[in-house]
């Protein structure tokens, strides 16, 4: 069974780099033909898509982030990993491993982890 | 502000149905069948409802339905029951350097 285990700092200082990781167990990232997605959820609002990474590597990023962001896949570790530079509190939020969308499987999420909660604060 | 929009809430009693709009344009909704909604309970990971605008995953009651016309999809709930108490979004492709946008999200409330 697939799933996906989002981990990495759950306090950062406002200016520094949030890193985040999520382990996929259960399928290859990299054979698995999926896209795979970081979508974050800010306090008490609504859902924002950060942006994905083929299995083949190529990746796509919400305009609004890309100058500060940077998704990656980890062949060895079957793992996505997440850095997101330069945060102020806007990025305080829970942040989502989510497979998709994929435009050869279907332009949906339709797996995500739990989520891990990044706070941005001195 | 979100790029697809939706109404803040709605609400319906138990047994009764209801539809939950999401407006776009013609860069994401209005032109591809990629429409996909997700049920969210308080402090609990999203849920994937609908895809490709009225197909259901397995396991998602039929009491979920999906459609679209023009600009605007929507998602239908019929015979409403206390568990579908919820926010709920709506996702699509679009051709600007997005390629995904969100709605800002319905909170459903049984009354």
């Known amino acids: 069974q697939l799933q996906l285990q989002e981990s990495g700092s759950g306090l950062v200082k406002p200016s520094q780099t949030l890193s985040l990781t999520c382990a996929v167990s259960g399928d290859s990232i990299s054979g698995s033909g999926y896209s795979w997605s970081w979508i974050r959820q800010s306090p008490g609002k609504g859902l924002e898509w950060l942006g994905y990474v083929y299995h083949l590597g190529s990746t796509y990023y919400n305009p609004s982030l890309q100058s500060r962001l940077t998704i990656s896949i980890d062949r060895s570790q079957n793992e996505l990993s997440l850095k997101l530079n330069s945060v102020t509190a806007a990025d305080t939020a829970m942040y989502y491993c989510?497979?998709?969308?994929?435009?050869?499987?279907?332009?949906?999420?339709?797996?995500w982890g739990r989520g891990t909660l990044v706070t941005v604060s001195s | 502000q979100s790029a697809l929009t939706q109404p803040a809430s709605v609400s319906g009693s138990p047994g009764q149905s209801i539809t939950i709009s999401c407006t776009g344009t013609?860069?994401?909704?209005?032109?591809?069948?990629?429409v996909s909604w997700y049920q969210q309970h308080p402090g609990k990971v999203p849920k994937l409802m609908i895809y490709d605008v009225t197909n259901r995953p397995s396991g998602v009651s039929n009491r979920f339905s999906g459609s679209k016309s023009g600009n605007t999809a929507s998602l239908t709930i019929s015979g409403l029951q206390a568990e579908d108490e919820a926010d709920y979004y709506c996702s699509s492709f679009a051709s600007s350097s997005s390629h995904v946008v969100f709605g800002g999200g319905t909170k459903l409330t049984v009354l």
């Open positions: 013609t860069t994401d909704i209005g032109s591809y069948n990629y």
């Open positions: 989510v497979r998709g969308p994929t435009v050869t499987r279907g332009w949906y999420f339709d797996l």
